[in-house]
């Protein structure tokens, strides 16, 4: 979704739609499914903001080759994704090592 959002949209509205789309799935989560208001799942939560967020201001990036027909667009949109998923991986993994609670190991990711 974040590397959507930063290869169609501009860089701010990447951001906000990124974000918001974030926001809305957190609210989501504590009131409907009932996630625990503790320091670990509100620190799991900015996480993966911050991931998103990041995600997408890569995405925005849009070298000059991605400019110059659809199939380069796509071609970006790949590359993107890929990144986007490689560094929001990275995040959580990083996260995980520090809170060590989560059993999140290089397994799942695999």
């Given at each position: ?70 199939w380069a667009q ?14 929001y991986q990275s ?20």
């Amino acid at each position: 979704m974040a590397s959507l959002a930063g290869v169609t949209l501009n860089r701010r509205q990447a951001i906000v739609s990124a974000g918001l789309i974030w926001l809305v799935n957190q609210f989501f989560g504590f009131t409907v499914l009932q996630y625990p208001l503790s320091a670990i799942s509100l620190l799991w939560g900015l996480s993966m903001g911050l991931g998103t967020i990041a995600v997408a201001l890569v995405a925005s990036i849009r070298p000059p080759f991605s400019r110059r027909s659809w199939w380069a667009q796509s071609l970006w949109l790949g590359i993107s994704l890929l990144l986007g998923f490689c560094l929001y991986q990275s995040g959580t993994l990083l996260v995980n090592q520090w809170v060590q609670m989560h059993g999140l190991t290089a397994d799942v990711f695999l």
